[in-house]
């Protein structure tokens, strides 16, 4: 047994006060939750104290907090391990400190109802019906059931891992600047249904998220989803998957996402880093060895970059050399091989990376797909193989 300090953030509604810090001192082994320490405080020192849970499992998805300002499940948390992470934040200014208080939070990027309890029906929920989460197959329904082969499934299996417990949604950087952004937990489930054979719209779902300002382009990559989830869903990389179907599909983005992550590639293949006086010829006049080929719309979104580009040479953080486009330097010879041999190798390996596909080999892959297999009496992450 141990003795750990929680400091909770507090919003009780009915005392018509705000947010406010309690710490309470629970004893606990290490290895329990810190949703464990939560339910001791609530038992013996205040009922009050209000906190989502059930399955105490990390299955049911209820018990989303923030731990030491990292979105996730209080009952996956170890308590002996977000003391550690405590301690450790709190030495950051270089005094060693221990027992530093676990810092407690509702989730963010909605709003709170009560202590720890947010509202997930305002924003969570609602662009979960967004996506519109449920097979839209066509043609003529079967007789009994849709019959598919589990290895078709096997791309969504991870999407399927996920327990709607909101955390990737709390953790959202994007979504703290535009609140309209669809989201990593929406997204992921859209990919859910767009990588389902048996759905019959995947042109039309890609095309609606591709399309919305607030849609599939609105994610800055920032890998904060993916250190959130609990259960590995990592929303972003299904995010990434829609894109690139999305391009596949040649579906065009009123952002030219698209375009902008093409840039993005061929830039580098090009250079070795990134020129970024190049990325808004590229991204929407794509010319040919460096030369613009003008267009309307590139002319355009270069004229409205201006003020982008004359901020940073005003304040002498870039060089004016390094405002105009296709003046970067390369990297020197060997550099530029390895990166080219990084292209070769994406280029020749052009595999899906995810929980349950992973590796290169064919060997691994199929023992993966075996095991993926298997999962599907998991009921966690089941592959629906039947049904519509
Ligand atoms: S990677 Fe994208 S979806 Fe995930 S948290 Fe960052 S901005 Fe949000
Ligand atoms: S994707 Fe992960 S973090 Fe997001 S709601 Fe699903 S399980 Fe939770
Ligand atoms: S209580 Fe069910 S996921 Fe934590």
């Known amino acids: 047994m141990a003795e750990y300090t929680i400091k909770v953030r507090r919003f009780q509604p009915e005392s018509g006060e705000g947010p406010y810090w309690e710490e309470f001192n629970v004893d606990l082994e290490p290895s329990l939750a810190v949703l464990d320490g939560l339910l001791q405080a609530k038992d013996n020192e205040d009922g009050s104290l209000a906190v989502r849970c059930s399955c105490r499992a990390a299955i049911c998805g209820s018990c989303g907090m923030k731990i030491n300002g990292q979105s996730g499940l209080g009952c996956k948390t170890q308590i002996g391990e977000a003391q550690e992470l405590a301690n450790k934040k709190a030495s950051a200014s270089g005094e060693k400190v221990e027992n530093a208080p676990i810092v407690i939070e509702p989730m963010g990027n909605m709003p709170v109802v009560k202590d720890l309890v947010t509202d997930m029906e305002s924003t969570h929920w609602t662009k979960i019906r967004r996506v519109t989460p449920w097979l839209l197959p066509h043609g003529e329904a079967p007789e009994r059931e849709y019959i598919v082969e589990p290895e078709s ?6 999407s399927m891992a996920c327990i709607q ?5 709390s953790s959202c950087l994007s979504m703290e600047a535009d609140p309209d952004f669809i989201g990593p937990a929406a997204l992921a489930k859209a990919y859910r ?3 389902d054979p048996r759905d019959g719209e995947t042109h039309e779902r890609l095309h609606d998220l591709a399309d919305d300002p607030h849609g599939i382009y609105d994610c800055t990559h920032c890998f904060s989803c993916i250190d959130a989830c609990p ?3 990592a929303p972003m990389d299904q995010i990434m998957r829609l894109r690139r179907k999305a391009g596949e599909e040649g579906i065009e983005d009123p952002n030219a996402g698209h375009a902008h992550e093409m840039a993005f590639v061929k830039i580098i293949e090009k250079k070795g880093t990134l020129d970024e006086a190049m990325l808004v010829q590229e991204s929407y006049a794509p010319g040919i060895k460096g030369k613009l080929k003008p267009s309307k719309r590139g002319i355009r979104e270069t004229i409205k970059s201006l003020p982008t580009i004359l901020r940073p040479l005003r304040k002498r953080k870039v060089k004016l050399r390094q405002a105009i486009p296709g003046t ?4 020197p010879g060997d550099a530029m091989k390895d990166v080219q041999a990084v292209y070769a190798h994406a280029e020749e390996h052009n595999e899906e990376f995810n929980l349950y596909i992973k590796g290169e080999e064919g060997e691994l892959i199929d023992e993966n797909v075996e095991k993926g297999i298997q999962r599907s009496t998991d009921p966690d992450t089941a592959p629906e193989v039947k049904g519509g």
């Open 328 to 331: 970067h330097h390369k990297l």
């Open 193 to 195: 249904f767009v990588g």
């Open 165 to 169: 417990c909101g955390a990737c949604v």
């Open 231 to 233: 259960k590995d869903v």
């Open 153 to 158: 499934m096997l791309d969504i299996t991870q």
